[in-house]
């Protein structure tokens, strides 16, 4: 594995690995940048090399390979290596291999694991490689300014050497078999889910823009008939106990509207405002104080773990705090008695915080569709929560994930980026 900081030192580096397969009549497969291949074939001609020579190396674009115009997918991935590699794969015959990985900004929780198993396809599929050539030799280049140190350590797991612009040594972290990663079938079935995230995402935004229109046109009616509500509670002084009765509830029924027009405008807001630097276990103490007369209802406790007490991320106190309320909200009305687990992981550049019940779980016909507007498990659920939590954690720049088991309870999994 090389790990570059430095272009110019890059591309010295590549010319150099290339020459000598040029040199030694090996098969040279190049998969890079259009520009960097561009300045490895003028270094080769200033060295000497004629276009002959040249026409030997096996060029494709690393965004063609990776496919960047989308999220990393570690298959798609393997489909194209397979289609590259397997027409140059002769018996007898050294293979060359030079790749720089890429992909497009994305969420680094949901990158590691797809970048994971994309390492753990090459071991296998290299593994077949030598079976038949007995002898390759491949460079997997990465740059160094997209590597998070989470990302950085499964890397070296893969990969019996590692190399810098300065350096190359064996990598202290190298398994001698291929590490097959925790979780993969898990990030297979993640990947086919995140082929959706932008048909997900576009849902969201029209249905932010239709609840403002209706959040705004329900205000102006409940300015209306609240007013006139008021009006008629001052000029009546001799109401009977019954039709005060009526009149309270026809009070609660307006504010329960107004409370639903508010989680519209929460939906529709597109900014983060007032952003500052958070304690995010200062903060949970905060909600857990705010909700503990919920719990007390039903005689539900809270238990808080933490990695770390200091862990901080950057952004809108009041969003993240409305998120945390509307789990453990959630959490409460999932159970009729027993304890919520809130643990808090110290995820090198991110903190990741589950909300567990132990409730009932949520039904399979639900959650296919659980977090789409008015999809619910409650009978009387709108299914704003959810969404608007949803809408929250991803204008922090995290992601929300659910896991669920029938008769077990329910986990939401927050995961936000470090200030």
Known sequence: ????????????????????????????????????????????????????????????????????????????????????????????????????????????????????????????????????????????????????????????????????????????????????????????????????????????????KLASIIAHELRNSLTVVQGRLQLLDLTASDRSAASQAQFDGIKNGLTEIEQTASKFLSLAETHVVNQKVINISELIEVVKVQMESDMDMKAINMHVTSDNDQMTIFGDELKIRQVFINLIKNAIEAMETGTIMLIVKDDLDHVTIDVSDNGNGIPDEILSQIGDPFVSSKVDGTGLGLLICEKIIRDHSGNLLLNTEIGKGTTFTINLPKS
């Open 1 to 208: 594995m090389y790990t570059y900081t430095d272009r110019s030192m890059y591309i010295e580096h590549a010319t150099s690995y290339v020459a000598e397969g040029l040199d030694k009549n090996h098969i040279i497969l190049y998969v890079d940048q259009p520009t960097s291949f561009a300045a490895v074939k003028e270094n080769l001609r200033n060295a000497g090399y004629t276009e002959e020579q040249m026409d030997h190396i096996y060029f494709v674009d690393t965004d063609m390979a990776y496919e960047t115009h989308d999220n990393f997918n570690a298959e798609a991935v393997l489909k194209n290596l397979n289609d590259f590699f397997d027409p140059h794969i002769i018996e007898g015959n050294v293979l060359r291999g030079w790749g720089l990985v890429t992909w497009r900004p994305q969420n680094i929780k949901t990158l590691i694991p797809s970048v994971a198993l994309h390492e753990q396809n090459f071991d296998d599929f290299f593994s077949r490689v030598a079976n038949i050539t007995r002898n390759y030799i491949n460079v997997c280049a990465y740059d160094s300014l997209s590597l998070s140190g989470s990302l950085l350590i499964e890397l070296l797991q893969t990969h019996e050497y590692h190399m810098t612009d300065t350096n190359f040594l064996p990598s202290h972290l190298y398994k001698k078999e291929p590490v097959h990663f925790k979780g993969v079938s898990k990030q297979l079935k993640f990947e086919n889910e995140l082929r959706n995230h932008d048909i997900r995402r576009d849902k969201l935004d029209i249905t932010g």
